[in-house]
């Protein structure tokens, strides 16, 4: 098993910035991507950003050039830094693991934290 804990969300106004963390703990030896989801009211969870064990990045088209993720391996963090925050940005976003050859889905997931982006 892996425990991801989310940190950093808040109330912003749009145009701020937000830094999101996770720290995953358990065995983590078996997580090859870290990522990042989101969910807003009504809306199906959506991916946001992920990074592979070699620091590979994927983004969504709508948050390409505003959201940077990184990941320390030796910490077993992952971070979101979000730039330019819009009000389309508030949902709770969801730290996740996943291990290979398991889909998101299979893998592992943390409580979630709170964005949200007033105008």
């Known amino acids: 098993q892996v425990q991801l804990v989310e940190s950093g969300g808040g109330l912003v106004q749009a145009g701020d910035s937000l830094r999101l963390s996770c720290a995953a703990s358990?065995?983590?030896?078996?997580?090859?991507?870290m990522g990042w989801f989101r969910q807003a009211p009504g809306k199906e969870r959506e991916f946001v950003a992920f990074v592979t064990f070699e620091r590979t990045t994927h983004y969504a088209d709508a948050v390409k050039g505003r959201f940077t993720i990184s990941r320390d391996n030796a910490k077993n963090t992952v971070n979101l830094q979000m730039n330019s925050l819009k009000p389309e940005d508030t949902a709770v976003y969801y730290c996740?693991?996943?291990?290979?050859?398991?889909?998101?889905?299979?893998?592992?997931w943390g409580q979630g934290t709170q964005v949200t982006v007033s105008s």
């Open positions: 996740a693991a996943k291990p290979a050859g398991r889909t998101w889905y299979e893998g592992y």
């Open positions: 358990g065995r983590t030896f078996s997580v090859y991507a």
